[in-house]
């Protein structure tokens, strides 16, 4: 068995519309409930530097368009803010930090369809992360025609990511599911067909499991 992580940081991936955020707050209010402090943020963004490159990167001005490449170096500095900013700040405080979104997204969909090389991202984001590496990451995967609906907001797509064809976000489907293969200590796969609770019911699971929670004092 997998020895327990030591940073208590989790980090929720997946196609869009997977339900990471309820999942998210959900997880927040158990651990809260255990008596952990807990904080919840997101990627891109987080920081107010981060959150603006969140812009930059989901909406370019004047109907921009980023190339793979730039979009991984945008993501990888609004990261890079958010690690020094909040992240290791609050680890170090000794809070559990569950984040919705991180570096897997960047290896997943900056790579999708003949994006960047996968050995480029890994570079970068050894060098980004150094050693805050997450100490679980849960990830949601449902087929694509059950997070249609969930996927464009209500007015339409919104983002220049939801907009992306469907053949984008199957492959985006395939990277995730390849990755909790090649990283099975680290990463989980979470049927994300099922209801909010069965959801939650899974990820609790795994979590407590691999934090031995109960045996860990707060
Ligand atoms: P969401 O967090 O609201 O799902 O939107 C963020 C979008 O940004 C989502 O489509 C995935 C994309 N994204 C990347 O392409 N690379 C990244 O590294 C991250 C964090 C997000």
Redesign the pocket.
């Known amino acids: 068995m997998a020895e327990t992580p030591t940073l208590k940081f989790i980090t929720l991936e997946g196609?869009?519309g997977t339900g990471?955020?309820t999942l998210q707050r959900a997880l927040a209010k158990r651990l809260e409930s255990e008596g952990f402090e807990v904080v919840t943020t997101?990627?891109?963004?987080g920081t107010p530097l981060a959150e603006a490159v969140?812009q930059l990167?989901?909406h370019p001005p004047a109907g921009g368009n980023w190339s793979p490449m730039s979009?991984?170096l945008l993501?990888?500095a609004?990261?890079r803010d958010h690690l020094e900013n909040l992240i290791r700040p609050a680890l170090a405080e000794g809070k559990w930090v569950i984040c919705?979104?991180?570096?897997?997204?960047?290896?997943?969909?900056?790579s999708v369809k003949g994006g960047v090389s996968p050995n480029v991202l890994k570079s970068m984001e050894a060098s980004v992360l150094g050693e805050t590496v997450p100490g679980l990451t849960l990830i949601l995967d449902a087929p694509l025609e059950t997070t249609a609906s969930r996927r464009t907001s209500r007015n339409g797509p919104d983002?220049?990511?939801?907009k992306r064809a469907a053949d984008f976000h199957h492959a985006?489907r395939q990277g995730f599911i390849s990755l909790s293969q090649s990283e099975p200590d680290r990463c989980r796969l979470i049927d994300a067909s099922r209801s909010e609770q069965d959801v939650f019911e899974a990820a609790w699971a795994v979590l407590a499991a691999t934090y031995s929670l109960g045996e860990m004092a707060g």
């Not at 997101?42 to 963004?45: M, S």
């Not at 919705?100 to 900056?110: G, I």
């Open positions: 196609g869009e990471k955020s997101r990627e891109p963004g969140r990167a989901l979009e991984a993501m990888n609004a990261r919705d979104r991180f570096a897997d997204s960047t290896r997943v969909y900056q983002d220049v990511f939801e985006v």
